[in-house]
């Protein structure tokens, strides 16, 4: 008699990437009310170029913004993005997620004009565009290649104009770099073969 096993996995990567960029949400969100209500005091935690201290704002400043238009901004192409990226698995995505947040913000601390504060997600919604557009291709999936090329289809437009000097109050650089550690993320992070396990249920 042929066993048959239900694959409830799809289901549950769902759900956890579906709470996961949920609460990564309303975290920004609930950071920036706290912003509001200090007066904007975290605002100072966005990075300075070429200041040592500020290697050490580099993550946080990912997670804050420069007011609620700001934050709107990014929120759906985060969550959309985000959700799509963690559908991958959970700790693939944190990988990723953490190599674009890390790499990106030390190349505007690097590079940026001095005098100025960068602070967004913005960096990570282009790290993250990156990732899916390049995944399928060094995969080799035909799925993931559907996924970035309606990516592209959808974001391709803003994420160009993103990517220009002339915008002005624009961190084009951490749009930029953004963009370039999330296709590296998709070389860093792909996934490996599997090798079929013996006594595996047949369909």
Excluded: C
Aim: charged residues 10%; glycine residues 16%; hydrophobic residues 55%.
């Amino acid at each position: 008699m042929t066993d048959i096993r239900l694959d409830t996995g799809t289901g549950g990567r769902v759900r956890a990437a579906a709470v996961l960029m949920g609460a990564w949400i309303a975290l920004l969100w609930a950071l920036e009310v706290a912003d509001v209500l200090t007066g904007h005091a975290l605002d100072a935690y966005g990075v300075m170029p070429r200041e040592p201290g500020e290697l050490l704002d580099v993550v946080p400043s990912a997670f804050l913004h420069f007011g609620f238009a700001h934050l709107a901004s990014n929120t759906m192409p985060l969550l959309v993005l985000g959700f799509l990226a963690a559908l991958g698995g959970i700790r693939r995505f944190l990988g990723v997620a953490a190599l674009i947040v890390v790499a990106d913000g030390v190349a505007v601390w690097l590079v940026s004009p001095s005098g100025t504060n960068t602070a967004g997600a913005s960096g990570l919604v282009f790290g993250l565009f990156g990732y899916l557009l390049a995944r399928g291709f060094v995969e080799r999936k035909a799925l993931d290649v559907v996924v970035g090329v309606l990516v592209a289809a959808v974001w391709g437009g803003s994420i160009l104009a993103g990517l220009s000097p002339s915008a002005t109050g624009v961190s084009w650089q951490g749009h930029l770099f953004g963009l370039l550690a999330g296709v590296a993320a998709a070389f860093v992070f792909r996934a490996r073969g599997r090798t079929p396990r013996a006594g595996g249920a047949a369909g």
